[in-house]
T-cell receptor, first 116, second 113 residues
Framework: GAVVSQHPSWVICKSGTSVKIECRSL??????MFWYRQFPKQSLMLMAT?????????EQGVEKDKFLINHASLTLSTLTVTSAHPEDSSFYIC????????????FGNGTRLTVT | GENVEQHPSTLSVQEGDSAVIKCTYS??????FPWYKQELGKGPQLIID?????GEKKDQRIAVTLNKTAKHFSLHITETQPEDSAVYFC????????????FGTGTRLTVIP
């Protein structure tokens, strides 16, 4: 069964509003979670690494003030898209690993964000 | 950082035939190589993985081979079925990160009934 749960699966919002996406690890603790973005027919692009109890590490070109990440517990990381614009419309996916480094990463089912 | 290339971008096979997807990586220090299957509107699902201390791994109809010297690895699906139709991604782990996956560009596999 699923080991990583992501919510919501889809969301539509108006320009200028903020949207929060949740990623939960089920039955295991994840000190590190990862957030990806995927455009249609393209590969996954790592946005940031979410670290429990500390600041997230963002990839080059990803605005940390735009994409707020909070990893307040060992089973929950959230991604908030602030002041969303149509160009933020995309498929956002989180992942986590049970065992840590060099072990399988399990992905959530993604969140389809549409900004109108 | 790591650079992963994947070929082909699209692949169509007749049901029952085999499908092969190939990937190359650039960082010789990478030592973990998972393969993911992504169906439309869903997140990627891990289907098989291989570590650099083995050359081949098999799980029923799916197998992965790894050539460390040449820095390439391949996914083999035998006796393909229509439900195998999806996008497949290879990946390599970046040794400089916590568990940072670098993905290939994906292969859209279509199995024709």
């Amino acid at each position: 069964g699923a080991v990583v749960s992501q919510h919501p699966s889809w969301v539509i919002c108006k320009s200028g509003t903020s949207v929060k996406i949740e990623c939960r690890s089920l039955d295991f603790q994840a000190t590190t979670m990862f957030w990806y973005r995927q455009f249609p027919k393209q590969s996954l692009m790592l946005m940031a690494t979410s670290n429990e109890g500390s600041k997230a590490t963002y990839e080059q070109g990803v605005e940390k003030d735009k994409f707020l990440i909070n990893h307040a517990s060992l089973t929950l990381s959230t991604l908030t898209v602030t002041s969303a614009h149509p160009e933020d419309s995309s498929f956002y996916i989180c992942s986590a690993s049970r065992e840590g480094r060099n072990s399988p990463l399990h992905f959530g089912n993604g969140t389809r964000l549409t900004v109108t | 950082g790591e650079n992963v290339e994947q070929h082909p971008s699209t692949l169509s096979v007749q049901e029952g035939d085999s499908a092969v997807i190939k990937c190359t990586y650039s960082d010789s220090a990478s030592n973990y190589f998972p393969w993911y299957k992504q169906e439309l509107g869903k997140g990627p699902q891990l289907i098989i993985d291989i570590r650099s201390n083995v050359g081949e791994k098999k799980d029923q109809r799916i197998a992965v081979t790894l050539n460390k010297t040449a820095k390439h690895f391949s996914l083999h699906i035998t006796e393909t079925q229509p439900e195998d139709s999806a996008v497949y991604f290879c990946a390599a782990v970046d040794q400089t990160g916590a568990n940072n996956l670098f993905f290939g560009t994906g292969t859209r596999l279509t199995v024709i009934p």
